[in-house]
């Protein structure tokens, strides 16, 4: 049950690291930083209109559903366990009752 849980999420990870990778912008290297603070001041003393709208690479609804279907499948994990370690228990339970019994008629 172990393995399934650890490769559950193993794999979700895996699903979901390329696209977080994906969104993030590139390293700046030593000779861009002077470019970046010399652009930096220029935006800061004229306005620079954005043009067209900036789409997201993954919509809402999918991550939201994505999530969600985490989230029960992990519930749903969760409870089938707790059933088998229930179950151990109640055989247990009956075994050792079983036990007294016998050792109450010798």
């Known amino acids: 049950m172990r ?3 650890a490769a559950l999420v193993l794999g979700c990870t895996m699903l979901i690291t390329p696209m977080a990778l994906a969104d993030s912008p ?3 290297d030593a000779g861009a930083s002077e470019t970046q603070e010399d652009a ?3 935006r800061a003393t004229q306005f620079v209109g954005v043009e067209g709208p900036e789409a997201e690479s993954i919509s ?3 991550l939201l559903l994505a999530a969600y279907s985490v989230v029960w499948a992990l519930l749903f994990l969760f409870l089938m366990r707790m059933r088998g370690l229930q179950r151990q228990t109640a055989e247990e339970l009956e075994r050792l009752s079983a036990e007294i019994r016998a050792s ?3």
């Open 3 to 5: 393995a399934l849980i």
């Open 26 to 28: 590139p390293a700046p």
């Open 40 to 42: 930096a001041e220029e």
């Open 60 to 62: 809402g609804g999918a």
């Open 104 to 106: 109450e008629g010798r």
